[in-house]
């Protein structure tokens, strides 16, 4: 069975501050995928990032960073200098590669940037 | 490229009655899914379908609830009769083949309140 554990149920920051958003996760298989989406008020996921469970390598996209670590079972994403508008709840997802192929969702971060 | 279309947006009935949801997926995209996605967590998934065939209904609760995509573009969800813990986010999604490494692009959701 697969498992995404996302403990911060709420963070608030002040706009310009650094945050990370903590993700673990459960799985039995070998080869897998991990994903982080963003929910804005309106209610749309978005897609963030896809990373496979063979590449390790952090990833920079403009303010967006993210941190794997198969070792800890970790996919931490950092978002720099933070502005209002990265206010939203993100989510954490795993997709195992075997024939459970069900996306499974952490509980979810909300993210609250304050001017 | 246009984005999954959901409709409708919001829906308010009461317990018992019957209700149905909409989705057109990104055009091409053979994989089609599903989610509810209640308050305060992340989306679950009650469907897949993969052109018109289903994938995975085990999360569906098949005595009230019911879904098809007869000529494998859009789709249709039903609840009949609907219960108050359906209130709940219902998220389509759509990727491109399907399989566990896709991403999948989700619309933008109905938001269904039962009374």
Redesign the interface.
């Known amino acids: 069975a697969q498992k ?1 554990t996302q403990a911060q149920t709420e963070i608030s920051v002040v706009e310009k501050e650094d945050v990370t958003l903590d993700c673990v996760y459960e799985t039995r298989d070998t080869t ?2 991990l ?1 982080w ?1 963003k929910q804005p008020p ?6 963030l990032i ?1 990373r ?1 469970s063979f590449d390790e390598q952090n990833e920079i996209s403009g303010r967006y960073s993210w941190n794997f670590q198969k070792s800890t079972s970790s996919f931490n994403f950092t978002i720099t200098a933070s502005q209002v508008v990265d206010s939203a709840v993100y ?1 954490c ?1 795993l ?4 024939s459970a ?3 499974t ?4 971060t909300q993210l609250t940037v304050l001017p | 490229e246009a984005g999954v279309a959901q409709s409708p947006r919001y829906k308010i009935i009461e317990k018992r009655q019957s209700v149905a949801f909409w989705c057109n997926p990104i055009s091409g995209h053979a994989t089609l899914y599903w989610y509810q996605q209640i308050l305060g967590q992340g989306p679950k998934l009650l469907i897949q379908f993969q052109n018109n065939g289903v994938v995975d209904d085990s999360q569906l609760p098949k005595d009230r609830f019911s879904a098809e995509r007869l000529k494998g573009v859009d789709s249709t969800l039903k609840i009949q009769p609907a219960k108050l813990e359906d209130s709940a986010v219902y998220l389509c999604a759509s990727s491109l083949v399907g399989g566990g490494i896709e991403t999948q692009y989700f619309g933008p959701g109905t938001r269904l309140l039962v009374l």
């Open positions: 995404v897998y995928y994903f989406y309106s209610g749309e996921l978005v897609f896809r496979n989510f997802a997709n195992p590669s075997g192929r069900q996306l969702f952490g509980s979810g």
